[in-house]
């Protein structure tokens, strides 16, 4: 590929189609300085030292015909003939006809084979005249991307033609440059000999077949990568990929030579509807990359929305073949959309936007690489090894970055996501620990409330004791043991000495404040678990004792109780003692020989304090069954 082919290449790459096509046309060297004279022979060159290559442009002649009449015998005698000055010919938007011509000498002792390479693959007429001094007959070639390939002759993606130089010859070559509707591309002319120009061939064809390559992987990979997750960024980037490669397939002449070669004005369709397609998708692309709608004003978003559906309809002449006007119209969609490109990649880049900054340095790669290129091809740079190439380069960086860009979004809503499933797990473990622990406490709460209301259910609220229900519950119980297992039981009836002189006296708050005081000094010295402290009514209580030792070892106990009711020393004056004392009748059941109800185990017991009470009370009257 030749550097006219490459430079078409890097101002319509992707992303700059307007912008370099615009560099170009204010950019290239006139095709008629005002100080060149008119010249009647065609400048010549001696080719036998030619080496591997030789860029024939500014060693050559132009002449322009404005109405495109003038045959090749006419243009050999003209007077208007110019030197060009420049190894590119860019003419823009021109309707005239553009002639060039040199003429080749060998002046060496060999037969030379060149090749005469138009490094131009969308120049829509190129006729090729070869005019010899003598020798064989002159060669005329009428080619072009408006004529079938096959008018080529040669099958090459740029018209080239073949020239053979016996020692002594001379070659006059004549070009005639004409358009279909006033579009000329950049075109270079370049003379090879033959072994270099197949060798720059197969190296062509490899560089591009790895480029394409990349480009369908790029593409497969991320149709992939939609298909699997749905994200639209992937399935946008993978239209613009497609997009891309059909422009750039159409663009650099293979579509033409491999897809419908048979089909010249269909060629010249596709490739401004493909311009569109591109630059439409890579805005659609864009917008939804760097997340617009939210981070942009609405009026900016509503302008590039704008410029992006001018661009998509800038395509429309193309459908009734017209070229120049939808190239035309791309270059000012497309220079107002790579404006607001760099703006909001560097708006949101300073803001900290990754997505912003990938797209900026994405765009500044392939601007750099463009730059550089025609800045060596304007001879203001050495053109050395590999520069021809950098547009090449900077298209496949542009999009390589834009692909890691997607990763790296991508990557950093996984992330994201990862963080916010971290915090939700987090706090649904919180959540459910505090509802566990909320749970445990409530479900503490309800058994001590429960517990609570079974205590106050055979609790007397006075007094503390167990209240007379609970006490028949719980002498069935233990009488039933009694009958069963022979154990011995023990059953004291207690009563306040002189109570109801006592309230009389002091009044019934005050009677109810020795009930709780006895209640206490009774249930402090119940240690056994089978011991059970009982109200029965009004001043009497009575304590059950199931398990219970001999009489000799019971009755102590109970005396222990009495003594620590005296003790209380509250006073009492209608009592003997002066202070409130307690009668105690105490039954014991030792073997259970002859069985007993409980009704009558508290008769029984009843007596024996009605005993202790006519003896004297304050004291404690016992007996064994």
């Not at 490669?245 to 159409?250: D, E, K, R």
């Not at 994201?416 to 566990?436: D, I, N, P, S, V």
């Amino acid at each position: 590929m030749g550097p006219c082919r490459r430079s078409v290449a890097a101002w319509r790459n992707g992303w700059l189609t307007g912008v370099v096509f615009a560099m170009c046309l204010i950019c290239a060297p006139a095709p008629a300085p005002a100080h060149a004279a008119a010249l009647q022979e065609p400048p010549s060159i001696s080719v036998e030292a030619l080496g591997d290559s030789l860029l024939l442009g500014s060693r050559m002649q132009l002449l322009e015909d404005p109405g495109g009449r003038m045959e090749l015998s006419a243009v050999q005698h003209a007077s208007g003939w110019r030197s060009h000055g420049s190894n590119v010919f860019a003419f823009g938007f021109s309707q005239s006809v553009w002639w060039a011509r040199v003429l080749l000498r060998n002046d060496g002792a060999a037969v030379l084979s060149l090749m005469l390479e138009i490094d131009s693959p969308l120049q829509d007429e190129v006729d090729i005249h070869l005019l010899r001094t003598g020798g064989p007959e002159d060669t005329h070639v009428f080619t072009g991307d408006r004529r079938p390939f096959a008018a080529r002759g040669i099958a090459t993606v740029v018209p080239a033609v073949p020239v053979r130089l016996s020692p002594g010859e001379s070659v006059a070559v004549y070009l005639r440059l004409a358009t279909h509707d006033g579009l000329h591309e950049p075109i270079t002319t370049q003379l090879w000999t033959m072994e270099a120009f197949h060798t720059h061939l197969q190296g062509e064809h490899l560089v591009i077949g790895m480029y394409y390559g990349a480009l369908v992987t790029l593409l497969l990979y991320n149709l992939f990568l939609f298909a699997s997750t749905r994200q639209p960024n992937f399935g946008l980037y993978a239209l613009y990929v497609a997009a891309f490669l059909l422009w750039s397939f159409t663009f650099r002449g293979y579509a033409f030579q491999y897809l419908w070669p048979e089909a010249p004005v269909f060629n010249s369709q596709v490739l401004p509807i493909s311009v569109a397609a591109c630059f439409t998708s890579f805005v659609y692309f864009m917008l939804s990359y760097i997340d617009a709608r939210r981070q942009l004003s609405r009026g900016i978003y509503r302008a590039v929305m704008v410029l992006a559906v001018f661009n998509a309809l800038s395509a429309v002449p193309a459908l009734f073949n017209h070229y120049a006007l939808p190239i035309a119209l791309c270059i000012v969609a497309d220079t107002a959309l790579m404006g607001f490109a760099f703006f909001m990649g560097v708006r949101l880049g300073l803001a900290g936007s990754r997505p912003a900054l990938y797209l900026l340095l994405a765009f500044s790669m392939l601007a750099l690489s463009v730059t550089l290129y025609y800045l060596s091809l304007a001879g203001l740079l050495p053109s050395v090894g590999g520069v021809k190439d950098l547009p090449l380069i900077g298209s496949m960086l542009e999009i390589l970055l834009l692909a890691f860009g997607l990763a790296d979004q991508m990557n950093t809503l996984k992330a994201a996501k990862l963080r916010a499933e971290r915090r939700a797990l987090a706090a649904q473990t919180a959540l459910t620990t505090g509802l566990e622990r909320e749970v445990a406490q409530r479900t503490a709460a309800l058994a001590a409330a429960n517990q609570r209301l079974a205590d106050m259910a055979i609790t007397d609220e006075l007094t503390g004791a167990f209240n007379r229900r609970h006490f028949n519950a719980v002498l069935a119980a233990t009488m039933a043991r009694h009958a069963r297992l022979r154990t011995p039981v023990a059953f004291c009836m207690v009563d306040v000495d002189h109570f109801k002189q006592y309230n009389d006296r002091y009044g019934h708050p005050a009677g109810d404040l020795v009930l709780q005081a006895v209640s206490r000094v009774v249930r402090e010295r119940l240690a056994r678990a089978g011991d059970h402290f009982f109200r029965i009514g009004g001043e009497e209580f009575g304590i059950l004792m199931d398990g219970a030792d001999t009489l000799s070892a019971t009755r102590p106990f109970v005396e222990q109780v009495r003594a620590a009711i005296e003790a209380l020393a509250l006073p009492h004056a209608a009592s003997p003692h002066g202070v409130v004392t307690a009668s105690f009748g105490l039954v014991l059941l030792e073997t259970g020989d002859h069985p007993i109800r409980g009704e009558e185990l508290v008769a029984r017991a009843d007596r024996l304090l009605y005993d202790a009470k006519h003896a004297g009370r304050n004291r404690v009257v016992a007996e064994v069954l």
